[in-house]
């Protein structure tokens, strides 16, 4: 069984910049094809940036140019550099398997944007 950790939200300005990760541990090969989703409040979950196993990236149009996902195959680690955040960028962050959902989700992380 996958365990998925997502760590490194928190409160931030307008403007300012987070990095998230996520940690894999358990019966994983690789982290290869997985990506990041958020679920504001009262809103669905979406994704928000997934690398394929290939290493072909994609962005929700509300991130591209300010969101980076890249990923550490030695730690099995995927992480998401976010800039320029805007406070409609508040919600909890989770990853999981892209394009496809294959693992249990995680507890998430809060990522919250305000003054």
């Known amino acids: 069984q996958v365990q998925l950790v997502e760590s490194g939200g928190g409160l931030v300005q307008p403007g300012g910049s987070l990095r998230l990760s996520c940690a894999a541990s358990?019966?994983?090969?690789?982290?290869?094809?997985m990506g990041w989703y958020r679920q504001a409040p009262g809103k669905q979950r979406e994704v928000v940036a997934g690398m394929t196993s290939g290493g072909s990236t994609n962005y929700a149009d509300s991130v591209k140019g300010r969101f980076t996902i890249s990923r550490d195959n030695a730690k099995n680690t995927v992480l998401l550099q976010m800039t320029s955040l805007k406070p409609e960028d508040t919600a909890v962050y989770y990853c999981?398997?892209?394009?496809?959902?294959?693992?249990?989700w995680g507890q998430g992380t809060q990522v919250t944007v305000s003054s």
């Open positions: 358990g019966s994983i090969k690789s982290i290869n094809a």
């Open positions: 999981n398997g892209f394009p496809l959902i294959r693992f249990k």
